[in-house]
Nanobody, 127 residues
């Protein structure tokens, strides 16, 4: 089992940047592909970005493509989400998730594929 803890959320003005981090502990190593999801009030949790176990394949929701960048450091058991050009519609609780997988290249945006979840970190973008 792996535990995930997000950090880096906060309040930022539209057009600004934030960097979220997710620290993994427990049964870690690089056996997981990782993802970021978000949930705004009254809405379903939605996919934001994912990165493969090997770190070479990434996948983004259309709404964040070109603005957000996901990365991972397997030596430090961390996954980051660099968010630039933030918009008020990016306001949500952001969750880190892990998917145990054998493939080094596979990624997915399907929420049900992820078994482990963090508690979330709030991101608020003011207009």
């Amino acid at each position: 089992q792996v535990q995930l803890v997000e950090s880096g959320g906060g309040l930022v003005q539209a057009g600004g940047s934030l960097r979220l981090s997710c620290a993994a502990s427990g049964r870690t190593g690089s056996s997981y592909s990782m993802g970021w999801f978000r949930q705004a009030p009254g809405k379903e949790r939605e996919f934001v970005a994912a990165i493969s176990r090997g770190g070479l394949t990434t996948y983004y929701a259309d709404s964040v493509k070109g603005r957000f960048t996901i990365s991972r450091d397997n030596a430090k058991n961390t996954v980051n989400l660099q968010m630039n050009s933030l918009k008020p519609e990016d306001t949500a609780v952001y969750y880190c998730a892990a998917r145990e997988i054998f493939s080094f290249a596979a990624v997915t945006g399907t929420r049900a594929e992820y078994r482990y979840w963090g508690q979330g970190t709030q991101v608020t973008v003011s207009s």
